[in-house]
């Protein structure tokens, strides 16, 4: 998952035509770590789909238009737009993210 490490970088991404998933997350936050110990084969299995990882304590004002209000979330842009947010109240396990992710498929252009 690529680190994304400025707002400019933040808004180049969000433009792609193809779905970019953007992992709002804290260094200081457990489920994060937990999320980041099963992501892996599900980033392999959604491997159609960018994905990215953004430091909420480093860009808050990007959380804050997004509203991102708890992490560690997951945001889907496309064309500049967000198209989807998972909650981190739903991001708690591994069939909760593949559940949000398979319902993306009829929405996200590859």
Request: aromatic share 10%; glycine share 6%; charged share 25%.
């Amino acid at each position: 998952m690529e680190q994304i490490n400025s707002v400019e970088h933040f808004d180049e991404i969000i433009k792609g035509r193809k779905g970019s998933i953007v992992k709002f997350y804290a260094d200081w936050c457990p489920d994060c770590v937990r999320l980041d110990q099963f992501i892996g084969p599900i980033m392999e299995e959604f491997h159609e789909l960018d994905w990215y990882e953004l430091n909420r304590d480093d860009f808050p004002e990007i959380a804050e238009t997004y509203d991102v209000m708890g992490i560690p979330s997951l945001l889907v842009f496309q064309n500049g737009e967000k198209i989807a947010h998972l909650h981190s109240a739903n991001a708690k396990t591994p069939q909760q993210v593949k559940d949000f992710l398979s319902g993306l498929h009829s929405h996200v252009i590859n």
